[in-house]
């Protein structure tokens, strides 16, 4: 009975480069699985700059939305601080009255309504 080698994987892992080299060249089966890894090494790198390109394009988008946020957030900060009547208005603890929106008020501070 045949039995085949089982060493490439922990050779490939585990040990140095000559040791791996030595070896494949002793072993067939070794030598036909250093072949298909080399081949799938291959695919990758003709791949790779497809991949590198891609990751590349996300990165600019998500750094594009990234400004876009903070300028939105920028200028409705700027907005809100030019606006001086609002900033006067509204400060900080204070609640609008019914008076400061414009209804017609008794002298309780409850809205008026006529007959």
């Known amino acids: 009975m045949d039995e085949k080698c089982s060493k490439y994987e922990g050779l490939f892992i585990f040990s140095d480069e000559a040791e ?28 790779k700059f497809y991949y590198r390109r891609k990751a590349r394009k996300v990165l600019q988008i998500k750094a594009a939305c990234a400004i876009f946020l903070l300028v939105c957030f920028s200028m409705t900060c700027g907005i809100l601080t030019m606006d001086t009547d609002l900033s006067d208005a509204l400060m900080y603890g204070d609640t609008l009255s019914a008076e400061d929106l414009g209804f017609p008020v008794d002298s309780y501070g409850l809205l008026m309504v006529d007959d």
Do not use: R, W
């Open 20 to 47: 791996l080299k030595k070896h494949v060249e002793e072993c067939e089966e070794c030598k036909a699985e250093d072949e298909k890894m080399k081949k799938v090494s291959n695919l990758i790198d003709e791949v």
